[in-house]
């Protein structure tokens, strides 16, 4: 018979064993401080008094972070869209219509303090990344006109003088992928460091085209090759002065500017699946399904983009100055099969895509303060300039070729503005904040052709230009509940320029400038002595003059979109996200979105395919040739989406780590366009992804295994409603969904 005094005694230091291991447990576990300059100077995430999502080298590992299309899945209320090479970026109500050269985001993308210039851009690699912030909401006193919806700061690393460092990775996947991607750090001496980093990703095409044998003219691959080199100088502790060079080179097929299939179409306010335009001499099978489609004219997306960058860090004791110097310079081509089958002329079509030259200049002056006391304060100048030379294609005896009728000049825009931010603390534990920004804005039409010569030139200096200014502003409060809950309410301004339309006589020549008043109350918590950190934030933002979408038809087969001022739009919601340790090796993070966005009074060009459109629109009054969208969603506007990342760390024998890694999101119904009609309409769906991860026990070398959309779910990310050229009477919905399922295995080496 066991002893019951021993056992007793046995269980009781069980207990107490157990005890004690948690509390040493609880005391050594917890979440790393992110440190996040969204507010242009170095502080807590949980010490920021706006929404802020911010992920680290690891974090951006985890979840498979290599571009923009994937941050959708770990920020709360941030929808990605896509058509063609373009980048539509939807969160809080507004999202992203005009796209190309010229167009402006509503979400500012920098890298580096520098802009990133377009949408086409926007979907550049992310390479040897430090850290990326999203911050949600207006972010205009700091960062000016194109951050209307918000800010993405993707923050690359520096080269260091500690000592050698270097990475290498490769990857295999479905679609015939490789990925290589290097890092090398090198100092060179005492006070000069140079970080090199390159990378090489292609596969084949998502979208089977069935029309030629093989690969080779299958849509939406990539062959992208990447390149920076950062030499970084710091003679003293208070000086440094980097100069960053970067290219980045795509040669692919794409697959179309607008999306690269029509899904169906509206004739008299009849509503017919498949595509409704397509030639006579089409196929009867040409589009199989979202990823499987067949063309007869093989498309083509090739982007070129260097950048120079000089950045400057002087400590002067009361305040540091900062200053960040770039010049870019793009070129880009996008050409599709216009027509959407594999049927008509494959060597000569009216329209196929548009080319384009662009040169921008930027500089940003930052005057930040040092000094301890009550009063914290930054003083800021930028400047932006942009020129842009772009043209619409035709195919002609199978060479592309620019049209007569769109030989034009130049695109210019440039912006001044003058910022101040400052916080003032009251008492240890309540503060108030506030900015103000006065931004300036000009843009010029491309030169009108002189039709007296045949073919017509651009008659230079004689565009049309137009000019904005706006004085935005911040305020706010902070206050510290206790040492680990900060509550704050903000109330802010936004503004996204105005801008010409060069497209044709019956086209407003100009738009006005769209606003945003935004509101935002928000607490920042942190729990279960640091394993917890709960941030939640309530919004209304109250959208003014926005701009709207529509099309017009220029004559052989083309069809242009311009910009004009639409209305009203108001959005509220919630939006809750968490990062927790609940056990020794477990981490979970996890967030909610919940929004009500609807447009008020909002017209844009009525669609004669939709009819009457329930009353929206009367295609027999010329003195009223809108369609109201009153009452509807903007697109990708989802009213409640979630997300979750999972992970678990098994430590193995050998000191090696085991990870398996479940990522999943639920997207609730939304419309793909600002026009809500049948076809348009996403289901709620959710997609996952799962990672099998080995980490040796040094850290250096880590292999994974890896499956994205596990579902294979098709999500519609863009929807245009447009009336195809010479086909006035219909109302077509051309189609951009995301990608398959896709599966890889991947290895890395690094030395720190």
Same mark, same amino acid.
């Given at each position: 018979?066991?002893?019951?005094?021993?056992?007793?005694?046995?269980?009781?230091?069980?207990?107490?064993?157990?005890?004690?291991?948690?509390?040493?447990?609880?005391?050594?576990?917890?979440?790393?401080?992110?440190?996040?300059?969204?507010?242009?100077?170095?502080?807590?995430?949980?010490?920021v008094?706006?929404?802020?999502?911010?992920?680290?080298?690891?974090?951006?590992?985890?979840?498979?972070?290599?571009?923009? @299309?994937?941050?959708?899945?770990?920020?709360?209320g941030?929808?990605?869209?896509?058509?063609?090479?373009?980048?539509?970026?939807?969160?809080?109500?507004?999202?992203?219509?005009?796209?190309?050269?010229? %167009?402006?985001?509503?979400?500012?993308?920098?890298?580096?303090?520098?802009?990133?210039?377009?949408?086409?851009?926007a979907?550049?690699?992310?390479?040897?990344?430090?850290?990326?912030e999203?911050?949600?909401g207006?972010?205009?006193?700091?960062?000016?006109?194109?951050?209307?919806?918000?800010?993405?700061?993707?923050?690359?690393?520096?080269?260091?003088?500690?000592?050698?460092?270097?990475?290498?990775?490769?990857?295999?996947?479905?679609?015939?992928?490789?990925?290589?991607?290097?890092?090398?750090?090198?100092?060179l001496?005492?006070?000069?460091?140079?970080?090199? %980093?390159?990378?090489?990703?292609?596969?084949?095409?998502?979208?089977?085209?069935?029309?030629?044998p093989?690969?080779?003219?299958?849509?939406?691959?990539?062959?992208?090759?990447?390149?920076?080199?950062?030499?970084?100088?710091?003679p003293?502790?208070?000086?440094?002065?980097?100069?960053?060079?970067?290219?980045?080179?795509?040669?692919?097929?794409?697959?179309?500017?607008?999306?690269?299939?029509?899904?169906?179409?509206?004739?008299?306010?009849?509503?017919?699946?498949?595509?409704?335009?397509?030639?006579?001499?089409a196929?009867?099978?040409?589009?199989?399904?979202?990823?499987?489609?067949?063309?007869?004219?093989?498309?083509?997306?090739?982007?070129?983009?260097?950048?120079?960058?000089?950045?400057?860090?002087?400590?002067?004791?009361?305040?540091?100055?900062?200053?960040?110097?770039?010049?870019t310079?793009?070129e880009?081509?996008?050409q599709?099969?216009?027509?959407?089958?594999?049927?008509?002329?494959?060597?000569n079509n009216?329209?196929?895509?548009?080319?384009s030259?662009?040169?921008?200049?930027?500089?940003?002056?930052?005057?930040?303060?040092?000094?301890?006391? @009550?009063?914290?304060?930054?003083?800021?100048?930028?400047?932006?300039?942009?020129?842009?030379?772009?043209?619409?294609?035709a195919?002609?005896?199978?060479?592309?070729?620019?049209?007569?009728?769109?030989?034009?000049?130049?695109?210019?825009?440039?912006?001044?503005?003058?910022?101040?931010?400052?916080?003032?603390?009251?008492?240890?534990?309540?503060?108030? !904040?506030?900015?103000?920004?006065?931004?300036?804005?000009?843009?010029?039409?491309?030169?009108?052709?002189?039709?007296?010569?045949?073919?017509?030139?651009?008659?230079?200096?004689?565009?049309?230009?137009?000019g904005w200014?706006?004085?935005?502003?911040?305020?706010g409060?902070?206050?510290?509940?206790?040492?680990?809950?900060?509550?704050?309410?903000?109330?802010?301004?936004?503004?996204?320029?105005?801008?010409?339309?060069?497209?044709?006589?019956?086209?407003?020549?100009?738009?006005?400038?769209?606003?945003?008043?935004?509101i935002?109350?928000?607490?920042k918590?942190?729990?279960?002595?640091?394993?917890?950190?709960?941030?939640?934030?309530?919004?209304?933002?109250?959208?003014?003059?926005?701009?709207?979408?529509?099309?017009?038809?220029?004559?052989?087969?083309?069809?242009?979109?311009?910009?004009?001022?639409?209305?009203?739009?108001?959005a509220?919601?919630?939006?809750?996200?968490?990062?927790?340790?609940?056990?020794?090796?477990?981490?979970?993070?996890?967030?909610?979105?919940f929004?009500?966005?609807?447009?008020?009074e909002?017209?844009?060009?009525?669609?004669?395919?939709?009819?009457?459109?329930?009353?929206r629109?009367?295609l027999?009054?010329?003195?009223?040739?809108?369609?109201?969208?009153?009452?509807?969603?903007?697109?990708?506007?989802?009213?409640?989406?979630?997300?979750? /990342? !999972?992970?678990?760390?098994?430590?193995?024998?050998?000191?090696?780590?085991?990870?398996?890694?479940?990522?999943?999101?639920?997207?609730?119904?939304?419309? %793909?366009?600002?026009?809500?009609?049948?076809?348009?309409?996403?289901?709620?769906?959710?997609?996952?992804?799962?990672r099998?991860i080995?980490?040796?026990?040094?850290?250096?070398?880590?292999?994974?295994?890896?499956?994205l959309?596990?579902?294979?779910?098709?999500?519609?990310?863009?929807?245009?409603?447009?009336?195809?050229?010479?086909?006035r009477?219909?109302?077509?919905? /051309?189609?951009?969904?995301?990608?398959?399922r896709?599966?890889?295995?991947?290895?890395?080496?690094?030395?720190?």
């Open positions: 018979m066991k002893n019951p005094t021993r056992q007793l005694r046995n269980l009781v230091c069980a207990v107490v064993a157990l005890v004690l291991g948690q509390s040493l447990w609880a005391q050594e576990l917890a979440i790393e401080e992110i440190v996040v300059t969204a507010s242009k100077r170095s502080e807590s995430i949980q010490d008094s706006t929404s802020v999502t911010a992920f680290s080298e690891e974090d951006l590992q985890l979840g498979g972070i290599e571009d923009v @299309s994937r941050l959708e899945h770990m920020v709360p941030m929808r990605f869209g896509q058509s063609g090479h373009e980048v539509r970026l939807a969160v809080r109500g507004t999202r992203t219509n005009n796209v190309g050269t010229e %167009a402006e985001q509503v979400v500012g993308i920098f890298e580096d303090g520098v802009y990133v210039p377009t949408t086409t851009q979907l550049g690699a992310y390479v040897d990344v430090q850290r990326i999203v911050l949600r207006p972010q205009g006193t700091l960062y000016g006109r194109n951050t209307f919806g918000g800010t993405i700061n993707i923050i690359t690393n520096e080269p260091s003088l500690e000592g050698l460092e270097y990475s290498v990775s490769g990857l295999y996947g479905a679609f015939n992928r490789y990925r290589v991607e290097g890092m090398l750090n090198l100092p001496g005492d006070t000069l460091a140079l970080r090199v %980093a390159a990378l090489s990703d292609t596969h084949d095409g998502y979208i089977e085209n069935t029309n030629a093989g690969t080779a003219d299958d849509l939406n691959d990539k062959d992208m090759q990447f390149f920076r080199a950062t030499l970084k100088w710091q003293t502790d208070s000086f440094d002065v980097s100069v960053r060079v970067g290219s980045s080179t795509v040669d692919s097929n794409g697959s179309a500017i607008w999306g690269y299939q029509q899904i169906g179409g509206y004739v008299g306010g009849v509503y017919r699946q498949g595509h409704q335009f397509a030639p006579a001499d196929s009867d099978n040409f589009d199989q399904g979202p990823w499987k489609v067949s063309r007869n004219l093989a498309s083509l997306a090739n982007i070129d983009s260097t950048s120079t960058t000089l950045s400057l860090n002087w400590d002067l004791n009361l305040a540091t100055l900062k200053v960040i110097y770039n010049f310079d793009f880009g081509q996008q599709y099969d216009s027509d959407y089958s594999d049927g008509g002329d494959p060597l009216g329209f196929t895509g548009w080319d030259e662009q040169e921008t200049w930027s500089t940003e002056v930052q005057l930040v303060s040092n000094t301890e006391g @009550s009063l914290e304060w930054m003083l800021g100048y930028y400047y932006y300039e942009q020129t842009a030379n772009w043209n619409w294609n195919l002609e005896n199978g060479q592309w070729a620019e049209p007569y009728w769109d030989r034009q000049g130049d695109y210019v825009s440039d912006s001044d503005g003058y910022f101040a931010n400052a916080t003032y603390s009251l008492t240890d534990e309540f503060r108030v !904040i506030g900015g103000v920004r006065y931004a300036e804005d000009t843009k010029g039409q491309r030169d009108p052709l002189d039709w007296n010569v045949w073919p017509p030139v651009p008659r230079p200096g004689e565009g049309e230009t137009g200014d706006k004085t935005l502003w911040k305020a409060i902070e206050y510290d509940v206790n040492p680990d809950v900060m509550a704050y309410g903000v109330a802010s301004t936004g503004y996204r320029a105005g801008g010409i339309n060069f497209i044709a006589e019956s086209v407003p020549l100009s738009y006005a400038p769209e606003e945003v008043t935004a935002e109350a928000g607490i918590t942190t729990l279960q002595d640091g394993r917890l950190v709960m941030n939640a934030a309530a919004f209304m933002n109250q959208y003014r003059d926005m701009h709207a979408q529509s099309f017009i038809f220029l004559g052989g087969g083309a069809v242009s979109e311009f910009t004009e001022n639409g209305g009203e739009l108001d509220q919601g919630l939006e809750v996200e968490i990062k927790w340790l609940p056990a020794e090796n477990w981490d979970v993070n996890g967030w909610v979105s929004l009500d966005a609807e447009f008020g909002y017209n844009v060009s009525r669609l004669a395919g939709l009819g009457n459109a329930g009353g629109q009367d027999d009054d010329p003195q009223r040739p809108l369609l109201s969208l009153e009452g509807w969603a903007p697109a990708l506007s989802p009213e409640f989406s979630a997300g979750v /990342q !999972i992970g678990y760390d098994i430590v193995l024998g050998n000191g090696s780590v085991l990870t398996p890694f479940l990522q999943t999101t639920f997207t609730g119904k939304y419309y %793909a366009h600002d026009v809500n009609v049948a076809g348009v309409d996403q289901e709620a769906h959710t997609k996952s992804d799962l099998l080995w980490t040796s026990a040094n850290s250096r070398i880590q292999a994974q295994a890896f499956v959309n596990v579902e294979d779910e098709a999500v519609l990310n863009r929807v245009v409603v447009f009336n195809p050229g010479g086909t009477d219909l109302a077509s919905l /051309q189609a951009h969904w995301n990608n398959p896709t599966w890889g295995v991947s290895v890395s080496y690094s030395f720190h």
